[in-house]
């Protein structure tokens, strides 16, 4: 027979996470899963199926406690528009098709839905959801059944205060303040991310989704950040929660760096890293520059052939991380340097004691990673909320300095390039900036372990959410009643179709 103290006895706390189907969004919630699996949190993660290998493999290099960590497959659905079995924006044929992919998550909600229902009807039910920010019609959910959702966006609380002030609200002159922030923050439009921009525009197709994700974003119970207290200012932080406070009163959860919470990292091609590595340990300390530009950015091979004139001309040994099959290099940079196509293990990189300098896209992840190994950066931002990393990495915490770029969408000339590698690797803003980045490198490690800021603020989120009742699925609130006796709960609102239907 069980009894209810066997019940109990056998109860564990158990966290969801949904992470993003692209491996920048899905890396950091990775990490964090593999930490809670370590505090004896089981832990359910969601996936579709061409994305299990990724994950299972980055688990099993990260040092994660199994048996605490379980898989929930969702079948991802045909679309007429995206090539068949692409599941993740990294395989996608081209970044225009983002808006399209978006939209096609949301065919996952009724499968979603039930695998959250049953998992409520389990032992172990969840303390919470954490989802994408671009998940957004997972609140849905959470609403019906009472489930506390924490909403993850990939980014840093300085970048999403700025997207949350700015969004459809440009100060028309330059330079401009933002109401909030420090008054000596000044931006113009050159510093904004292009969908920031284009939020003005009623008629930008874009717009109606991310408004739509925006307000979800805003009733969510609270909000994790992979970042760090020491390196995000309190007036950002306060800023940010000032969006979430009014609604839901939510709050901003720094847990960060993700990145230093597990040792080691997934291998993609064996072979290709230890050639690269080798490489690394044949030169001298802190000679070397790594170029990478992300996974998501297209970059011309015009561009790409302006880069490497530029690295020649600056005369600094380098790494460079290239992703077009049809550039070829020019002789004189393959002297230099040496470069890789594809994928290179970038943490380990970083960590080389021969890298003295990156040049960066400034995804916020590539920029956690280069302050936690102790790595200045020469920032070239590309896409998304790259241009607010930038700014934060050159003005406002000082690990790095600004590549020269005429405008956007212009091509960087290999005279920009040139200057900027030299500033970086020789000048006095690029030593100033690598001996901030080895003074952050050590609080990132700090913050982390016991005793540490972002390890306590983690302990106290699970804290929080322990005193929180319980959420079952017997509780399932359908078109605004509860499934039980009790009060009437609020009315949901289901996605379709990337619409939102009430």
């Not at 960060?256 to 590595?277: A, H, Q």
Request: glycine share 6%.
């Amino acid at each position: 027979m069980t009894t209810t103290a066997m019940v109990a006895a056998e109860k564990e706390d158990h966290v969801l996470i949904f992470p993003f189907l692209s491996k920048g969004h899905t890396i950091p919630l990775l990490h964090l899963a593999a930490a809670l699996s370590s505090r004896n949190i089981l832990v359910t993660l969601f996936t579709t199926p061409a994305n299990v290998p990724f994950f299972r493999h980055h688990l099993s290099s990260s040092g994660a406690n199994a048996a605490k960590i379980q898989l929930r497959i969702l079948l991802f659905p045909n679309h007429p528009d995206l090539p068949a079995g692409v599941e993740s924006t990294d395989s996608l044929p081209s970044f225009s098709l983002f808006p399209t992919f978006l939209g096609a998550t949301t065919s996952l909600h009724d499968h979603f839905l039930c695998l959250v229902r049953s998992l409520l009807s389990s032992p172990s039910p969840p303390l919470c959801l954490i989802s994408d920010f671009f998940l957004g019609w997972t609140l849905s959910i959470c609403h019906r059944f009472g489930l506390p959702r924490l909403v993850f966006h990939g980014m840093s609380t300085f970048s999403m205060s700025l997207t949350k002030s700015l969004w459809n609200n440009i100060p028309k002159d330059e330079p401009f303040s933002v109401a909030g922030a420090p008054p000596e923050l000044q931006l113009t439009l050159a510093d904004l991310p292009e969908a920031v921009i284009n939020s003005v525009d009623p008629l930008d197709p874009a717009n109606k989704f991310l408004e739509s994700t925006a307000q979800t974003d805003i009733e969510s119970w609270g909000v994790i950040v992979n970042s760090f207290a020491d390196i995000e200012p309190p007036a950002y932080v306060q800023l940010l929660e000032s969006f979430y406070g009014p609604v839901a009163g939510g709050r901003v959860w720094l847990v960060g760096p993700l990145n230093l919470l597990t040792e080691t990292e997934p291998v993609e091609k064996p072979s290709s890293e230890s050639d690269c590595i080798r490489w690394l340990d044949r030169q001298p300390d802190g000679s070397v520059i790594y170029v990478a530009f992300g996974t998501q950015a297209e970059i011309s091979d015009e561009q790409l052939d302006e880069v490497a004139h530029g690295l020649v001309r600056a005369g600094i040994r380098f790494l460079w991380v290239v992703r077009s099959e049809t550039w070829l290099p020019p002789k004189s940079s393959v002297d230099l340097g040496r470069i890789e196509r594809g994928w290179v293990p970038q943490k380990q990189v970083l960590s080389h004691v021969a890298v003295g300098g990156f040049v960066s896209h400034c995804g916020w992840n590539s920029v956690l990673e280069a302050v936690s190994a102790g790595v200045a950066l020469l920032t070239w931002p590309i896409i998304a909320e790259q241009c607010f990393n930038a700014k934060m990495v050159a003005e406002v915490i000082g690990v790095g300095i600004r590549l020269r770029i005429p405008a956007a969408g212009v091509l960087v000339g290999r005279k920009e390039v040139e200057e900027g590698v030299r500033e970086l690797m020789e000048g006095k803003k690029g030593r100033r900036a690598r001996e901030r980045a080895a003074e952050l490198a050590e609080k990132a490690k700090a913050a982390v372990v016991k005793g540490g800021s972002s390890y306590e603020t983690l302990d106290m989120l699970l804290e929080e959410l322990r005193k929180l009742p319980t959420a079952t699925a017997v509780m399932e609130v359908v078109e605004g009643e509860a499934l039980v006796e009790g009060e009437v709960k609020m009315v949901h609102r289901e996605w379709r179709d990337g619409l939102q239907i009430a």
